[in-house]
């Protein structure tokens, strides 16, 4: 039985017969290059679909640009990074560009370096790192190789553009608002950090300071009590197991994330404590759960999608101009009160 030929690959050859132009004007099409008229671009566009051509991203990097970024993320369980995910697609839905996403193994240095490595390796434009744990030295020799963009993480660089959340005034609101309420003795569960060379520059750290900064402001510098696990639901469930066994239990928990805070939830129905009932909880993302009616969390909201627009608007513009100067973009947070915080009890 005669076996059917191998489909070939449409080429840059094919696509310029087809559209009876030459190669070099397609490929100035392909590159959006000046000196093609909008009458050979709409033939060659036209050819373009009616042939199915797709560029081997291989030879466009060749060329200069491989029209792809890369995108690395701490942990794909924590529901914050989608928002940023969408707002980053969303700017970019008009371009040529395509995402790709590495997974930067939740808070490890190894894993997030052999991310980012491969992501320069395979030629991408640019890169958006989501709160990432290298030191200083080393994002500004991934910046160095390629346009980036820091997200979440506080500071300065001359080679790379930030986006972050005032996490510091995040925190702050929302302990005004639980003491509103006329709590007291407000718990924080934070992450973890050991070094102390870059964590003044994680969002963690930033509200944690704001906890501190707000409980002392408002005269309750003795109640301050933080709990240091991680920024996962099993931290938060830790954390909550570790309240429930003070012998003056908090009368309101803040977790430093709304993953946290369904951890937090879990021990807490576990242990027969409802909340706000017997102990209010809070959150920080205002992710898409926290408006789920049955959790009704919470939260300070930071933007996520406002986040990743501006990430994607910094690294676009720095991809077309290596030299420009660096930008830092602070956005202000707001508060979501739900149904999870409440007076305490008498």
Sequence with gaps: M????????????????????????????????????????????????????RPLAAARGLRGQTYTIGVMLPDIRNPFFPEILDGITGRLADTDYQVFLGPGGCNDEKTE???????????????????????????????????????????????YDTVTDDDVAGASMLVRHLVGLGHRRIAHIEHHETDRTRIEEMPNAQRAEGYRRAMRALGLGEEIDVVSTSYTQ???????RQLLARPHRPTAVFAGADVVAMGVLEAFAEAGVSAPGDISVAGYDNTTFASFGPISLTS????????GDNAARLLLERIADRGKSSVQVKLAPSLMPRRTTAAPPP
């Design 300 to 307: 300070v909201d930071q933007a996520g999608r406002e986040i």
């Design 234 to 240: 099993q931290g938060g469930y830790e954390g909550a």
């Design 2 to 53: 005669e076996q059917p030929a191998p489909t070939r690959r449409v080429t840059i050859i094919d696509v310029a017969r087809h559209a009876q132009v030459s190669t070099t004007a397609v490929s100035k099409v392909l590159r959006n290059a000046y000196g093609a008229s909008p009458e050979m671009r709409a033939k060659v566009r036209r050819a373009i679909d009616e042939l199915g051509y």
């Design 113 to 159: 370096a052999r991310v980012t490595e491969a992501m320069i390796d395979r030629g991408m434009d640019g890169v958006v790192l989501i709160a990432p744990v290298s030191s200083r030295a080393r994002l500004e020799r991934v910046a160095s190789a390629v346009p980036t963009v820091v997200v979440g993480r506080h500071g300065h660089s001359p080679v």
